[in-house]
């Protein structure tokens, strides 16, 4: 009886551990947008944050500070990913993963060193993602990072420093075209 039990509290254990592990990373936020671009940039800033799994650090000491590219192509024209998601200068807000403008770039600024992935990006931005949809663009997601074709989820992207990722939504068939590396601005390389 006792090998029966701490078989079942085993396999108990992996099933909770699976599914902490991938409710991270694989499934869109419940509140996230299913519409066709433009996504606006969202208002409610700390309630974003939250879905995210993100907290306000505005003015806190940092500990990790690095930057990654997000490109994202419906067929061949671009998306704009819009500036201030998770950010406003005059609420004194700040989450820790948001953008500044709408050159792509997201920022992650931590006080403590964490993994923030593309996942918690775009459920802080209101857009859901997953393995085949972008919002509401469907077709072929074809993903690239660094330059290389990336095929698992692209909610479980990593984001670190001067890493570049491209989603990039075809027309089914269609032959997706991977974007031109990104040119850093100087304050970035």
């Not at 931005?125 to 074709?149: E, I």
Request: aromatic share 6%; net charge negative; glycine share 10%.
């Amino acid at each position: 009886m006792h090998r029966r039990s701490s078989t079942v509290v085993t396999a108990t254990a992996l099933v909770t551990l699976l599914g902490t592990l991938l409710a991270g990373c694989s499934v869109p936020g419940s509140d996230t947008s299913t519409a066709a671009p433009p996504w606006p940039r969202p208002t409610d800033l700390e309630h974003r944050a939250d879905q995210a799994g993100l907290q306000d650090v505005w003015g806190e000491r940092l500990a990790e500070h690095v930057h990654t590219h997000l490109s994202i192509t419906d067929g061949d024209s671009p998306v704009v990913v819009p500036g201030n998601v998770g950010h406003s200068a005059s609420e004194h807000f700040a989450a820790q993963l948001h953008t500044h403008d709408t050159s792509g770039i997201l920022h992650v600024e931590s006080p403590t060193r964490e993994t923030f992935t593309l996942g918690q990006f775009f459920d802080e931005w209101g857009v859901s993602l997953g393995p085949a949809h972008v919002g509401g663009l469907r077709g072929d997601l074809t993903v690239w990072v660094d330059g290389k074709r990336f095929l698992g989820n692209p909610r479980s992207i990593a984001l670190t420093n001067r890493r570049e990722i491209a989603l990039a939504v075809t027309t089914i068939g269609e032959v997706p075209h991977r974007p031109a590396p990104f040119d850093w601005p100087p304050q970035y390389r």
